[in-house]
């Protein structure tokens, strides 16, 4: 490898820890932009430059020597709250927990013999930004809710034979949290303190994928990623006018909790009917479950041991359907476009969290991409997410018995999101 290709290993990883991980939502598809207008159909078969590292890393086996791929993409939500009917005392006020999100990712592929190739990977595959404006109804459970993830993702891949290749990685994670509210709702003085929780911890994962090539129209992929558990700690700290008197009460202190992020499996196909169109298919399955509830606890002042926090997720094991077409223009241009019905974890409107106010949606996606010489690529894509009304009826009304549980009283949130949102990407992907 000369001197030139080696330079590209450090600038992949710059630009994959530049920005934010952040976005709307808490599973992050948008790991590059060559699917995006497909949206992600064909996901773990299309194997057409490096960021198969992430989706099925049996796809490195149908790249060449080298490549590169490098993106990011634009997630820009609205969770417009409407109410009907709270019952959060001094709080009031209808408000947009939308914001804007940036999705930065970076691959690299190398064949290191005939049939084996490894790669490296680094993106955020889940990341959550809900961002109220103040005042509104729901402060008291919450006012601004931020996930971060940053995933390195070693890999490697082997061509069995002529229709089967086999493919692996580990995944080094990491998870940093913000969650700042109000920290209760009786009286004006209260609803103006406000508590921030941080919390972040590092963990293991793998990931495996095969890539069968039934024919030289039609291959198929299947890949997994398994569930990665963190032992987060951080701490709470507490501003505003009653912030001294609830930390002397022990609302201020150290705290833990354990989280374990969901695993997914993806069947996948592409299918060429001629050299101008090709069909494209995904199933995918995502592991919620393993997120019932979250309970953060005190690990420090006089209340150690006892409760801090408790997100009553309740969520479930959710799937996505996901259909695309490629169309061949010319030489250098291909059209892309894809549908997708994405199924949210979240059961119902009393389970449903204001610091993630999904639903259940459809992808309409559409993209483009360039060959403006052999071995380079550019794709960019745009999906416009159309989300049912989202209903809340979440009841987190408890005793207010001392400083340090005054914070539980987080009062009744009743009404309804209207949510959307749309997702830009582009990428460069480089083939030597």
Do not use: C
Request: hydrophobic share 40%.
């Amino acid at each position: 490898m000369n001197r030139t290709k080696l330079r590209l290993i450090p600038a992949l990883i710059a630009i994959a820890f530049s920005g934010s991980a952040a976005a709307a939502g808490f599973q992050l598809l948008e790991q590059n932009a060559s699917g995006l207008g497909n949206a992600y159909a064909g996901s773990a078969a299309v194997a057409d430059n490096a960021s198969t590292i992430f989706y099925n890393p049996a796809g490195m086996t149908q790249l060449k020597d080298i490549e590169v791929s490098t993106g990011v993409s634009l997630v820009s939500a609205s969770y417009k709250f409407n109410d009907n009917g709270s019952s959060t005392g001094a709080l009031s006020g209808n408000s947009d927990g939308g914001t804007d999100g940036y999705i930065p990712n970076a691959y690299l592929s190398w064949r290191v013999a005939k049939d084996i190739s490894v790669g490296l990977g680094i993106g955020a595959p889940f990341g959550l930004m809900t961002d109220y404006n103040n005042p509104w109804y729901g402060a008291a459970q919450s006012d601004k809710f931020q996930i971060k993830t940053i995933n390195v993702n070693p890999s490697i891949a082997w061509r069995a034979n002529d229709w089967l290749s086999i493919g692996g990685g580990v995944n080094y994670q990491t998870i940093d949290a913000e969650y700042v509210r109000a920290v209760a709702i009786t009286n004006g003085a209260l609803a103006t303190t406000t508590a921030t929780l941080k919390l972040n911890d590092t963990a293991w994962g793998w990931n495996a994928g095969l890539l069968f090539t039934l024919n030289p129209a039609t291959k198929v992929g299947v890949s997994y990623r398994s569930t990665i558990k963190y032992e987060v700690t951080g701490d709470v700290a507490l501003s505003g006018p009653a912030a001294a008197a609830l930390s002397a009460g022990g609302a201020a202190s150290d705290v833990k909790a354990s989280v374990k992020l969901p695993d997914t499996f993806i069947l996948s196909g592409t299918h060429k009917f001629s050299d101008q169109w090709e069909v494209l298919g995904d199933l995918s399955w995502t592991g919620w479950s393993s997120i019932p509830k979250i309970d953060v606890i005190r690990t420090s002042g006089i209340a150690s041991g006892q409760l801090a926090q408790r997100l009553d997720t309740e969520f479930r094991d959710s799937w996505r359907v996901a259909a695309g077409a490629n169309y061949q223009l010319n030489e250098a241009w291909k059209l892309k476009f894809g549908v997708a019905y994405d199924q949210t974890p979240v059961k119902g409107a009393t389970t449903r969290l204001v610091s993630l106010p999904d639903n259940d949606r459809v992808w309409f996606s559409i993209g483009t991409q360039w060959k403006p010489a052999k071995n380079t690529t550019i794709d960019v894509g745009a999906t416009y997410l159309l989300i049912k009304d989202a209903d809340i009826n979440n009841n987190q009304t408890v005793a207010v018995v001392d400083a340090a549980t005054a914070a539980q009283n987080r009062g009744t949130v009743k009404g309804t999101y209207d949510d959307k949102a749309i997702i830009l990407g582009a990428q460069l992907s480089m083939a030597f």
